[in-house]
T-cell receptor
Framework: DQQVKQNSPSLSVQEGRISILNCDYT??????FLWYKKYPAEGPTFLIS?????DKNEDGRFTVFLNKSAKHLSLHIVPSQPGDSAVYFC????????????????FGEGTQLTVNP | NAGVTQTPKFRVLKTGQSMTLLCAQD?????MYWYRQDPGMGLRLIHY???????AKGEVPDGYNVSRLKKQNFLLGLESAAPSQTSVYFC?????????????FGPGTRLTVT
């Protein structure tokens, strides 16, 4: 049962344009969402997060949008740069789970973003 | 401040052999985790620990054991390796949900079982 899904295994965009990465979830108890970025041969690094009390969070070129009714979130990167080429993972957490069993995150499959110069 | 480190970086095992992966963190984090990453499957939680001396099962615990004897270290053991355990293993740590949901990851261990 894949509770967090990233349906696009890959995305290719031109430098300077917008990259939009999508993520869907099924567990209505999820109330905190994170995006991680991963370069080859390195561990994932935290990029941006959003709580379910918000519908948007912005940090520089990165913006995450949350649509709770659709159980959908997206990451927008504007403008895209070649250095943004990496695998992006969406992750979700439920506060109820945090209190009883650690800060567990459920990850999606990842989307490989390629930004072409 | 090294963050999260993992030893070794690469390993090749024969079926049936055993090994231990070591994870160390210097951020004084309470929680630690072991994940495996396989193509098309994202990161899946194997085991985790919410404090020194405690461990718990994650999504895919079969074939693995863990120990957290010291707060800064989290060991992942494979008692009898199988080809299905060929994967990239990541360790992570976090302060705990009451402070931050963010997990900090190590660089990974690439394990091949032949």
């Amino acid at each position: 049962d894949q509770q967090v899904k990233q349906n696009s295994p890959s995305l290719s965009v031109q430098e300077g344009r917008i990259s939009i990465l999508n993520c869907d979830y099924t567990n209505s108890m999820f109330d905190y969402f994170l995006w991680y970025k991963k370069y080859p041969a390195e561990g994932p690094t935290f990029l941006i997060s959003i709580s379910s009390i918000k519908d948007k969070n912005e940090d520089g070129r990165f913006t995450v949008f949350l649509n709770k009714s659709a159980k959908h979130l997206s990451l927008h990167i504007v403008p895209s740069q070649p250095g943004d080429s990496a695998v992006y993972f969406c992750a979700a957490s439920a506060r109820r789970d945090q209190e009883t069993s650690g800060s567990r995150l459920t990850f999606g499959e990842g989307t490989q973003l390629t930004v072409n110069p | 401040n090294a963050g999260v480190t993992q030893t070794p970086k690469f390993r090749v095992l024969k079926t049936g052999q055993s090994m231990t992966l070591l994870c160390a963190q210097d951020m004084n984090h309470e929680y630690m985790y072991w994940y495996r990453q396989d193509p098309g499957m994202g990161l899946r939680l194997i085991h985790y620990s919410v404090g020194e001396g405690t461990t718990a099962k994650g999504e895919v615990p079969d074939g693995y054991n863990v120990s957290r004897l010291k707060k800064q270290n989290f060991l992942l053991g494979l008692e009898s390796a199988a080809p299905s355990q060929t994967s990239v293993y990541f360790c992570a740590s976090s302060q705990g949900w009451y402070t931050s949901y963010e997990q900090y990851f190590g660089p990974g261990t690439r394990l091949t079982v032949t």
